[in-house]
Every structure is written in C-alpha cells, then in structure tokens.
C-alpha cells in the first residue's frame, strides 16, 4: 500500500504541484481512507519527504553505477544517459524538488538538501574536478560547471506533456553542445 500511496502521490503532485493536490485526493485516487494514508504518513510534507528520498536513492544508484563508465566524459553521459532512461514523470519528481523542498519540514529540509549535495551535487562535481586535475576538461570551477549541466537537462524534468521534446539525438546533441559548445570545427 506504501508504494502505491507513494506512486500516486507523486503523478498528483507532478501534475498540480504540492499545494494543488489534498490528502482526501491522494487518498480517493488510492482507493483507501485519510485515516489509512495517515497511518502511513503522518502528514503531506511527510509524504513528500519519502518521494524525495526514493528518488534520490535512485539517482544516486546512477551516480554510483557510474564510476565503472571511465573518465569523466564518459561518466557524464552515463548519468544523462540514465537519467533520460526514466520515464517522463520519474525525471519530473528533480523539478518537484527543486521547486517544492520549501515545502518539507525544516528538519526534513535541511536533512534532504545535506544528502542531495553529498549523494548527487557533490559527486558530480568530483567528477568535474578530477576531470580537471586531469587535464581532460578545462579548468573551470566544478559548481558552476554542474550548475550549467543541470540547468540544461532542467527543461527536459517537467511534467509529462510539458517537458521539452526529446528525440533520439536528444542526450547526444545536449552533450555534445556541453562538451564542444555550438562551435563548428575548424571554425
């Protein structure tokens, strides 16, 4: 019942946001009473908590699962690659949380953002910086790097029907535009 209290309240809150959707809705679209999703949750923000969690356990697996790719470049589009693997509204619950965390606790806040940085931002820039170190990327600072990679898969998180369109060539051309820039060779 958890996991599908969990699934359904994620394509609500997907869809209409955290404030758009109610706990009689969540718990109608779930066939079951409030008093049965509160005895899982003990309120929204709990709920949203755990959506937040899941989903980050998921993309730091990929993280994880990337170091057996090589090198950096190759690390990267490994993780892009992963990540456009998951259908539409698994990618949508990154813009969820990037729009709603303000949403959570404080506790559960702080206690999310202190992951998200060491399960996911963190080691991307690691990965960033030992590129770097290397010699294989220009030196530039990890963070802001991460940010502008980031920045460029964000229209591709939104909710299904509203995300950018992604084809075939979509990871290929948005990596290649962040590895060589627009820049045409010779030019």
């Known amino acids: 019942m958890r996991e599908r209290i969990l699934a359904t309240a994620t394509g609500l809150f997907v869809q209409r946001g955290y404030e758009g959707v109610a706990m009689r809705e969540i718990a109608a679209a779930c066939g079951i009473t409030k008093a049965a999703l509160y005895y899982h949750f003990a309120g929204k923000s709990d709920l949203l908590n755990a959506i937040f969690v899941g989903y980050l356990a998921e993309i730091a697996d990929v993280v994880t699962s990337s170091e057996r790719a090589g090198t950096g470049r190759a690390r990267l589009r490994f993780l892009v690659e992963r990540l456009f693997e998951l259908p539409p509204g698994q990618r949508a619950i990154m813009r969820l949380a990037m729009h709603e965390v ?17 399960r996911f931002i963190g080691p991307l820039q690691s990965i ?20 502008v990679l980031l920045g460029m898969l964000y229209p591709f998180f939104a909710p299904p029907g509203t995300a950018a369109p992604a084809g075939p060539d979509t ?8 590895f060589d820039g627009l820049t045409a060779a010779g030019a």
Do not use: H, M, N, S
């Not at 303000?102 to 940085?117: V, W």
């Not at 990871?171 to 962040?178: R, T």
């Open 171 to 178: 990871v290929g051309d948005l990596l290649d535009i962040f």
């Open 102 to 118: 303000g949403q959570l606790e404080p506790q559960q806040r702080a206690t999310f953002a202190a992951e998200y940085r060491a």
């Open 128 to 147: 960033i910086a030992d590129g770097v170190a290397t010699g294989e990327f220009a030196p530039k600072d990890p963070a802001l790097v991460v940010w």
